[in-house]
């Protein structure tokens, strides 16, 4: 039995998702935001936390600032405690030297979310939102 021979033509290589491959990107803004990190560690034995901070948010993705250098894995939650946003799935894209990563969520979050988010926030970009009571 020989091995099938790679095809770089091949059909499933045509595959692509609306979220990676084809979306609007969305403009980042500055945030300063307390995070919480989840994730599970060997295996499925534990659940391991870590403090990180929102740097950078959009409905897509954002730069969270991690405090010391510790292996995440590619798949991890996302909380936002201070603006009530618990649990949003992220994959992990890229990280930085400078103790920043890059992740995607696997959800768009939407700007009922990210307004809150900024209500929240400690940057100074975002002093004079406020939060709609009536739309919580």
């Not at 091949?10 to 969305?26: Q, V």
């Not at 009530?84 to 939407?110: D, H, Q, S, Y």
């Amino acid at each position: 039995m020989s091995a099938a021979p790679s095809n770089k033509n091949h059909f499933l290589n045509k595959e692509e998702s609306f979220m990676y491959d084809r979306e609007a990107r969305y403009k980042m803004e500055d945030t300063m935001n307390a995070g919480r990190i989840e994730y599970t560690e060997k295996a499925i034995l534990n659940m391991a936390q870590r403090r990180c901070d929102v740097l950078r948010i959009s409905m897509s993705g954002a730069v969270l600032g991690i405090l010391t250098q510790y292996n995440l894995p590619q798949q991890f939650y996302l909380d936002i405690p201070d603006a009530r946003i618990m649990k949003v799935g992220c994959l992990l894209m890229r990280t930085n030297a400078n103790n920043t990563i890059e992740v995607r969520f696997l959800r768009l979050m939407t700007q009922k979310e990210l307004d809150r988010i900024f209500v929240f926030s400690t940057h100074p970009n975002h002093r004079d939102r406020t939060l709609n009571v009536r739309s919580w």
